[in-house]
């Protein structure tokens, strides 16, 4: 059963400190999502790719953080310095070009807690 | 600005009834609708869909209908049942290649037994 993988799941750290959240898109899905969830906010879009090219991180706070695809196989986001605000659910999502019939796949999400 | 508003946070339902879901949006190039369900400690899943040239899309005991007119669609689950508790959400989409899911801020539903 296919799945996007995200590490860590859970993640503890001092504001100030620098933030990596990896994701591990499934073999053979051209476009990448990163979202956030906030009990505020819901799911917010932070940014994604179609093969390995960004298209939009109109989403992300510019001067903080950052996504990037090295590989097909990996995706990150990067959070430096991290700030109490940014505490949230951070969700990978991969798929076709198209949203098709069967919309996009999420991983289980990274939570994050900046203290 | 929300483009996609799920406005009720809540809902609660007894166990065999019909459980209704609702969901605006104001982007009237969106043309591709979907749901999906997230429990706890998950990542949502994908539910059900709508193209916009539909009206209704029925998968078993879920059906969406598309009010484009009214920029409205809603969920409907008949009968509910007790592990359809979950968080539902709701995403537009326009049917591009690569383009992004906006979601609303989700629906809480209780099935009650």
């Known amino acids: 059963d296919a799945r996007v993988t995200q590490t860590p799941r859970h993640k503890v750290t001092e504001m100030g400190q620098e933030v990596t959240m990896r994701c591990q898109p499934i073999l053979g899905h051209n476009t990448v999502f990163w979202y956030r969830q906030t009990m505020m906010q819901g799911l917010e879009l932070l940014a994604y790719?179609?093969?390995?090219?960004?298209?939009?991180d109109s989403g992300m706070p510019k001067d903080r953080f950052s996504a990037e695809m090295p590989d097909a196989t990996l995706a990150t986001l990067k959070i430096q310095p991290s700030e109490p605000r940014d505490s949230a659910v951070y969700f990978c999502?991969?798929?076709?070009?198209?949203?098709?019939?069967?919309?996009?796949?999420f991983g289980s999400g990274t939570r994050l807690t900046v203290v | 600005d929300q483009q996609v508003k799920q406005n009720s946070p809540s809902l609660s339902v007894q166990e065999g009834r019909i459980s209704i879901l609702n969901c605006d949006y104001t982007n009237s190039m969106f043309d591709y609708f979907l749901w999906y369900k997230k429990y706890p400690a998950e990542g949502p899943t994908f539910l059900i869909s709508i193209s916009s040239i539909k009206d209704k899309n029925e998968d078993g005991r879920f059906t969406v209908f598309l009010n484009k007119s009214a920029k409205h669609l809603s969920l409907h689950i008949v009968p509910s049942q007790p592990g359809d508790s979950a968080v539902y959400f709701c995403?537009?989409?326009?049917?591009?290649?690569?383009?992004?899911?906006?979601f609303g801020k989700g629906t809480t539903l209780s099935v009650s037994s």
């Open positions: 999502a991969s798929g076709w070009g198209g949203v098709g019939n069967y919309g996009y796949t």
């Open positions: 995403a537009a989409s326009k049917n591009q290649a690569g383009t992004a899911l906006i």
């Open positions: 790719f179609r093969n390995r090219a960004p298209l939009d």
